[in-house]
């Protein structure tokens, strides 16, 4: 699935509405330190789910959204919006079944992150296996951080075999796994309940 546009309002220094159309081929951003490119790309990141707050250069998820400055007040809420090409349709079947698909996310003050696909409303964990099956996501190495590529010389194999599972577009199991594990505990300790009950009316 092909990115199409970025859109973000008050998010960290994109205070106001802000477009980026991500043609086909190469799209370069260039600007001077300090001008919000990293924070552009905070935004894909985020947009595709992203929950740890240091990955947003940040205390808590809440700091993505713009502070303020001397001359302008904070905002109330942020939000990022993702277009995708999905003309082939390779979204999963819960999603909306159109040639365009996009994601938004949107963290208001004092109440967290609700996230929609065509304007309705979806689950975080939806967002994230529909990136993490398309072999994208919050921490593919697609997206590469500065600092990254030192750390990825030094990574022990585990983590670079993590690297290769997303290049192979299988992280999503790993997901569904840990949720199956979750589901089979649960099960378990209602089992031994029963045990527990019939044994008392026996
Ligand atoms: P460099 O080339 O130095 O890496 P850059 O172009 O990547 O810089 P960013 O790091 O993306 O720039 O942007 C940093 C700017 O974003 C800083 O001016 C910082 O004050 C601003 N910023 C970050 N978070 C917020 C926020 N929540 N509200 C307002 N501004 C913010």
Redesign the pocket.
């Known amino acids: 699935m092909r990115f199409n546009r970025l859109r973000l309002s008050g998010f ?2 994109f ?1 106001d509405p802000t477009e980026l159309v991500i043609a086909e081929g190469l799209t370069g951003v260039v ?10 790309l ?1 935004a894909l990141r985020w947009v595709m789910g992203e929950n740890r707050p240091t990955a947003m ?2 205390g808590g998820m809440e ?7 001397a001359r302008r007040p904070a905002r109330n809420f942020a939000e990022v919006s993702l277009t995708l090409d999905n003309s082939e349709r390779l979204a999963p079947s819960g999603f909306n079944d159109d040639d365009v698909l996009e994601i938004t996310r949107r963290i208001t003050r004092d109440v967290g992150s609700a996230y929609k696909a065509n304007s309705r409303d979806v689950r975080a964990r939806d967002v994230q296996m529909l990136f993490a099956d398309a072999s994208t996501g919050a921490h593919s190495p697609a997206l590469v951080r ?1 600092g990254q590529i030192a750390e990825l010389i030094n990574a022990k194999p585990a983590a670079r075999r993590r690297i290769l599972e997303e290049a192979a577009g299988i992280s999503g199991l790993y997901q569904r796994r840990h949720e199956a594990e979750l589901k089979l505990k649960n099960t378990e300790a209602n089992l031994s309940r029963v045990d527990d009950v019939i044994e008392q009316l026996a």
């Open positions: 960290k220094s205070v600007g001077p330190n300090g001008c919000g490119k990293s924070n552009l905070e250069r940040g700091d993505v959204i713009f502070a303020g400055t500065q």
